[in-house]
């Protein structure tokens, strides 16, 4: 799967219909990694503060996407606008976004930060329709709303907490944020693979909130690196929820509409409840089935309508 990947980041002829079902599976397998990544994190951050974890996975992400990248020899040249864009996207997606949520989620609840990001894909179809003028249908507009009372029925709404206010206000810049993020990444380019994209704003990531690190380096420095659960933690992270995931996301948005992307995200929700039930013990109601079930309809819907 990884070697597929990869192979059809660095070009590659393919169909329409070869398009749709690739795109499908790479969002779909990246929605899921991050809902494996939210049981991860939820782990891993009793040890390594939000920030500090950031900017770890981050380090850890540019140097296997950098090794990759000089493995394959790739030819590093932007043209000034793409340049712009694409530090756009590191700014607004890996920065912006990944820090609000972080934020977010800790001034509320887990559960309050998935039902906020739930209106992702309902600002992707309005940058897409604003910026890269995809047509705005009914149906989208339809997969959309199912899709969010799926995530509604399986997280259920738990607005609680002395800062949820600053919370979800928090989670709403994220929740933009990726969008736009989302949309920029479909307006760079073809002529960039997406493993240079994802390098290229991951570096910027890290290198923007190397100064919060250096600032705070005692944190760093607290941190027990030898702890088996923190190296896992950080190997799933770094590896594959940043460097792979990142990955699969910004080339599936090269293959599919930014306005259909959207949906794919949703399935991040479905993917963590599991994995919370399973690793964690958490429980599972019967809105969890009919979340599912009007999420993967709506994807289902993208996918066969593809007008």
């Given at each position: 799967?990884?070697?597929?990947?990869?192979?059809?980041?660095?070009?590659?002829?393919?169909?329409?219909?070869?398009?749709?079902?690739?795109?499908?599976?790479?969002?779909?397998?990246?929605?899921?990694?991050?809902?494996?990544?939210?049981?991860?994190?939820?782990?891993?951050?009793?040890?390594?503060?939000?920030?500090?974890?950031?900017?770890?996975?981050?380090?850890?992400?540019?140097?296997?996407?950098?090794?990759?990248?000089?493995?394959?020899?790739?030819?590093?040249?932007?043209?000034?606008?793409?340049?712009?864009?694409?530090?756009?996207?590191?700014?607004?997606?890996?920065?912006?976004?990944?820090v609000a949520?972080?934020?977010?989620?800790?001034?509320?609840?887990?559960?309050?930060?998935?039902?906020?990001?739930?209106?992702?894909?309902?600002?992707?179809?309005?940058?897409?329709?604003?910026?890269?003028?995809?047509?705005?249908?009914?149906?989208?507009?339809?997969?959309?709303?199912?899709?969010?009372?799926?995530?509604?029925?399986?997280?259920?709404?738990?607005?609680?907490?002395?800062?949820?206010?600053?919370g979800i206000?928090?989670?709403?810049?994220?929740?933009?944020?990726?969008?736009?993020?989302?949309?920029?990444?479909?307006k760079v380019?073809?002529?960039?693979?997406?493993?240079?994209?994802?390098?290229?704003?991951?570096?910027?990531?890290?290198?923007?909130?190397?100064?919060?690190?250096?600032?705070?380096?005692?944190?760093?420095?607290?941190?027990?690196?030898?702890?088996?659960?923190?190296?896992?933690?950080?190997?799933?992270?770094?590896?594959?929820?940043?460097?792979?995931?990142?990955?699969?996301?910004?080339?599936?948005?090269?293959?599919?509409?930014?306005?259909?992307?959207?949906?794919?995200?949703?399935?991040?929700?479905?993917?963590?409840?599991?994995?919370?039930?399973?690793?964690?013990?958490?429980?599972?109601?019967?809105?969890?089935?009919?979340?599912?079930?009007?999420?993967?309809?709506?994807?289902?819907?993208?996918?066969?309508?593809?007008?």
């Open positions: 799967m990884i070697c597929l990947l990869f192979k059809i980041t660095c070009g590659g002829t393919l169909t329409m219909k070869s398009k749709t079902l690739l795109g499908t599976l790479l969002l779909s397998t990246a929605a899921i990694i991050w809902g494996g990544m939210f049981v991860v994190v939820k782990v891993v951050v009793t040890i390594i503060p939000p920030i500090q974890l950031v900017w770890l996975r981050y380090l850890i992400a540019a140097v296997i996407l950098g090794l990759i990248s000089w493995l394959r020899h790739e030819h590093w040249y932007f043209t000034k606008h793409d340049l712009y864009l694409l530090i756009l996207i590191g700014l607004i997606g890996n920065t912006l976004s990944i949520q972080e934020t977010g989620t800790w001034l509320s609840t887990a559960q309050t930060g998935a039902v906020v990001t739930s209106s992702t894909p309902t600002f992707m179809i309005i940058f897409a329709w604003a910026i890269l003028h995809e047509r705005l249908t009914h149906l989208k507009i339809l997969s959309v709303m199912m899709a969010t009372v799926g995530v509604f029925m399986i997280i259920g709404i738990h607005f609680q907490g002395k800062n949820i206010f600053l206000l928090s989670l709403l810049v994220a929740a933009v944020t990726w969008a736009l993020m989302s949309v920029l990444v479909k380019s073809p002529q960039y693979s997406s493993l240079q994209i994802t390098l290229f704003a991951t570096l910027v990531a890290l290198i923007v909130l190397s100064p919060v690190i250096l600032v705070q380096r005692q944190t760093l420095m607290s941190i027990n690196f030898a702890n088996p659960i923190v190296i896992g933690c950080l190997l799933y992270l770094g590896c594959i929820s940043t460097a792979v995931a990142f990955i699969m996301w910004n080339q599936g948005l090269q293959l599919i509409e930014a306005s259909r992307s959207g949906l794919f995200f949703l399935l991040q929700p479905i993917a963590g409840t599991l994995l919370g039930w399973l690793c964690l013990g958490e429980t599972i109601t019967w809105g969890f089935f009919i979340g599912c079930l009007l999420i993967i309809s709506s994807v289902w819907m993208t996918i066969r309508f593809n007008d």
